[in-house]
């Protein structure tokens, strides 16, 4: 029996190892290559996807563990580009060289789903595991506070 997972509302019938990181799932079989590699050993963060709403480390994550769930990528966040966060982000200027922004947004998703009215200190503690070698970090702050702010009003 073949494995199934779902990927940003698309069923995907799963033909690698069931060690494969879902990552490389993702990245060379999908070629959905807006989540980023950049530590491989879970600590920087840039590899954030959801699986079934909750922020996971795709590079630690092995594609087995997402067989008969749901996957949301940045490339599923929204259909064009226009989660609060994305606007959030694009109007803060948030990015400098972009990298682990994706996994900057996915975290930040999650975390304002059960935190819609989060403080700075909160946010901050949400996201320390999300390394941006940037440091773009006060503008991530300030775009998370503006997009809880828009959810809450919307
Ligand atoms: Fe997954 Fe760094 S690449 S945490």
Not at 100 to 109: E, K, T
Not at 112 to 129: T, Y
């Amino acid at each position: 029996m073949s494995e199934t997972v779902t990927i940003n509302g698309r069923e995907h019938v799963v033909d690698v190892e069931d060690e494969m990181p879902l990552l490389w799932f993702l990245r060379d079989r999908l070629e959905l290559i807006g989540t980023k590699y950049g530590c491989g050993m879970g600590l920087c963060g840039s590899c954030t996807v959801h699986i079934d709403g909750k922020a996971m480390r795709s590079c630690l994550t092995p594609v087995s563990a997402a067989y008969g769930k749901s996957v949301t990528t940045i490339e599923g966040l929204s259909p064009d580009g226009s989660h609060p966060l994305q606007i959030a982000w694009l109007n803060n200027n948030v990015p400098q060289c972009g990298y682990c922004q994706s996994g900057q947004i996915m975290a930040a998703a999650d975390f304002l789903a059960s935190n819609p009215a989060p403080s700075a200190e909160e946010i901050d503690a949400a996201m320390h595991g999300n390394i941006c070698r940037c440091g773009t970090y006060k503008r991530i702050r300030k775009a998370i506070a503006d997009a809880a702010e828009q959810m809450r009003g919307a």
